[in-house]
Each structure stands twice: as structure tokens, then as C-alpha cells.
């Protein structure tokens, strides 16, 4: 999938909010802005998306090995701050698993690198969390799920973001409770805008 022209704003956004998060003053936000600037003006934007970002945000490493570190570690601690919450939803509910389960769609849908900071407290994330579990999923394919659950010893699961990871923490949990299975879970190799990494 070739890059939409929608992207390149995009790439740039994404450059200024990580040489705010990182700190840097607004005449090295520019440097930095102005190189983006100049390596999208001459690239091929028939490359994929991941492509243009790999080279983007390696750019901005460049500066800062991890500009996102600060709002990975607030993000992953807001969560485990309502971990306690989420656990005593999940006791409540009828069919854990599932529950369990729409958290993690939740935690998907709260980018944290993508909102703004300051709109995402314990009432914002415990709010979104609950009208989550309470609706009904848009395609619901949980039954046949839960009936490959039951073939399976292995999960492989691909993390994404810092902060949605105490989500799937709480799934993995849920689906070890029941099942014998033995779950790896990746994260990313470095650091990426937000996506979780070993560190954090």
C-alpha cells in the first residue's frame, strides 16, 4: 500500500510532537523539521507508509535515541494505576474472557501518542474502557475465538503501543487462566514513536 498524500502532514506532525516530548529547544525543532522537510520533498512517495516512517523517525533518533520515553512510562503507569479497577470489572462480568478481551480492543483505541496528553486521565481511560465492554463488537467472530483457543498451545501476540500493553496483560492473563497455553509476546525491536519496547 502506497503512501496517501495525507501521510506527509502526517510524518511532519508526528516529527514536532517527538522534538516537543523530547525536550528540544524550537531552534532544533526546526533543524529537525527542516530535514524531514527536505528527505520527504525528494523521496518516492510510492513507498508504504512504514517505509517513510522507518527513515523519518530513525532521523529524529538521531537527535534522541527515544523521544517518546517520557509519555511510555507515564502511559504504562496511568494503566496499572486502574489495573486494580479493570481487574474487579473483569470478576464482575459474565463471560471473562470476553471481557477481557474488549479491554484490549480499548487499549488498542487509546493511542497515547496520538492524543493529546492532557485529555487522557484515570476518569477519560476508565470511561472509554467501560462504553467499550458495554457495546457490542461491530464483528464479533469471539465464539470461533474461543473455539481455536481450545486447539491451541501457542499465541503469538504483537504488542503495539506503551500503555495499551497493561491491556493485553490483562487479556494474557485471562486466557492463561483457562487455557494451557504458552504466550509470546512482542514488542518492537527500538524505539518507534509510542509502540512498546522492551525498556518500555
Keep these: 500500500?502506497?503512501?496517501?498524500?495525507?501521510?506527509?502532514?502526517?510524518?511532519?506532525?508526528?516529527?514536532l510532537k517527538a522534538t516537543r516530548f523530547a525536550g528540544f529547544d524550537s531552534h532544533t525543532q526546526e533543524k529537525i523539521l527542516r530535514e524531514v522537510l527536505s528527505f520527504l520533498s525528494k523521496v518516492d512517495w510510492n513507498k508504504t507508509p512504514p517505509e517513510l516512517a522507518h527513515v523519518v523517525h530513525k532521523l529524529i533518533r538521531s537527535?534522541?535515541?527515544?523521544p517518546f520515553k517520557d509519555i511510555k512510562r507515564k502511559s504504562n503507569d496511568?494503566?496499572?494505576?486502574?489495573?486494580?479497577?479493570?481487574?474487579?470489572?473483569?470478576?464482575k462480568s459474565k463471560d471473562r474472557i470476553k471481557t477481557a478481551l474488549k479491554m484490549a480492543i480499548a487499549g488498542n483505541l487509546i493511542d497515547f501518542g496520538?492524543?493529546?496528553?492532557?485529555?487522557?486521565?484515570?476518569?477519560y481511560l476508565m470511561s472509554f474502557v467501560k462504553k467499550i465492554v458495554n457495546d457490542n463488537l461491530?464483528?464479533?467472530d469471539f465464539e470461533k475465538f474461543k473455539s481455536m483457543l481450545g486447539d491451541s498451545i501457542?499465541?503469538?501476540?504483537?504488542?503495539d503501543n506503551s500503555g495499551e500493553i497493561v491491556f493485553d496483560k490483562i487479556f494474557i492473563?485471562?486466557?492463561?487462566?483457562?487455557?494451557?497455553l504458552s504466550v509470546t509476546f512482542v514488542v518492537k525491536a527500538g524505539?518507534?514513536?509510542n509502540d512498546a519496547t522492551r525498556r518500555c
Design 1 to 15: 500500500m502506497k503512501a496517501e498524500l495525507d501521510c506527509i502532514p502526517c510524518f511532519l506532525k508526528q516529527t
Design 63 to 66: 537527535y534522541n535515541e527515544d
Design 78 to 91: 496511568l494503566v496499572l494505576e486502574i489495573y486494580p479497577e479493570l481487574k474487579n470489572m473483569i470478576e
Design 114 to 123: 496520538a492524543l493529546d496528553e492532557k485529555v487522557i486521565d484515570k476518569n
Design 138 to 140: 461491530d464483528v464479533d
Design 154 to 159: 501457542k499465541i503469538l501476540y504483537f504488542a
Design 173 to 180: 492473563e485471562e486466557l492463561k487462566k483457562k487455557y494451557d
Design 191 to 193: 524505539p518507534i514513536i
